[in-house]
Nanobody, 123 residues
Framework: QVQLVESGGDLVQAGESLRLSCTAS????????MGWHRQAPGKERELVAT???????NYADSVKGRFTISRDNAKNTVYLQMNSLKPEDTAVYYC?????????????????WGQGTQVTVSS
């Protein structure tokens, strides 16, 4: 099994910055794509940013130029640097990873999610 543990969520004022972290642990062979999603109250979960194993990144239009996704493969960790935060960025942020794990003498590839971390931006 794999567990993803997130941290870094907080209450901040508009214009401030936060850095979210998400670390995977377990019987990990390797990790492919990593990403961050968010879900605001009353809204569907939406993609924020993704990063491939090769380092290619993709961002939602609403966060381009303000958020930066990065990864540390040695630490099995993905980060989300969030600058110039706006009240509309308020949401629970979830990380996800495509992870290959050991299963007996074989391996399995699955998508795992973190438990979520609350980001609240006041105006």
């Amino acid at each position: 099994q794999v567990q993803l543990v997130e941290s870094g969520g907080d209450l901040v004022q508009a214009g401030e910055s936060l850095r979210l972290s998400c670390t995977a642990s377990g019987s990990i062979v390797n990790i492919f794509g990593m990403g961050w999603h968010r879900q605001a109250p009353g809204k569907e979960r939406e993609l924020v940013a993704t990063i491939t194993s090769g380092g290619s990144t993709n961002y939602a239009d609403s966060v381009k130029g303000r958020f930066t996704i990065s990864r540390d493969n040695a630490k099995n960790t993905v980060y989300l640097q969030m600058n110039s935060l706006k009240p509309e960025d308020t949401a629970v942020y979830y990380c996800n990873m495509g992870v290959r794990t050991l299963v007996g003498f074989s391996s399995s590839l699955n998508n795992y999610w973190g438990q979520g971390t609350q980001v609240t931006v006041s105006s």
